[in-house]
């Protein structure tokens, strides 16, 4: 890390946190416990002023809000918490016209940190990117909403016949700005998961993830 981004080691992270407090949740932690309160506080003073949250391990608004927006859900915030509310209202406004959502290595800042450039902009439309939108959208209550229809719209016109979804993107990170990595089950394990929960989500009981991310 130092000779790419002049630092001594990874600092603490939104996408790594979320995981951490997932998984606390996860195992019947209780919300009021010393360790979820503060990696909760964390999470929601790592909140950007739009509602994103940066993505130090996937490429990246996208990747680190689908973390930390599925943790926060987990360890108890309801659709109707303000850092929630934010994070679906981000999720919206970076949908792409064509329904789906994308974003490039460019959406990182020049010099490493946590805060990106002010120009940065989405990219054109990525599988595994739209489907962490769209397990994002449902984590935070916005199953129902109308963007979420849109996503999982163009994750069914754009399946291969064997199944799979064409994806040649890079959307797993090594260094921000530096290098970038394609692991190839992304692009089939995380739209199955994501149109999965749609349907599971809209013919159960209840419009709510329960657990998990």
Known sequence: PFADLGALLDPPTADVSGRCLAMLAQLGHPPESAVMKQAVDYLLAEQEPDGAWYGR?????????????????????????PAMRKAVAWLKAAQNPDGGWGEDGFTYPRRGGTRADPDRTM??????????????????????????????????????????????????????????LRYHGYARLFPLWALARVRNLRRGNSRLVGHGL
């Open 123 to 180: 990219a054109p439309s990525s599988a595994s990117q739209t489907a962490w939108a769209l397990l994002a959208l449902m984590a935070a209550g916005a199953v129902e909403d109308p963007a979420v229809d849109r996503g999982a719209l163009w994750l069914l016109a754009r399946q291969a016949e064997d199944g799979s979804w064409p994806e040649d993107d890079y959307t797993g990170t090594g260094f921000p700005r530096v290098f970038y």
């Open 57 to 81: 391990w996937g490429v990246n608004y996208v990747y680190g809000t689908w973390s930390a927006v599925t943790a926060l859900n987990a360890a108890g915030l309801g659709p109707q918490h």
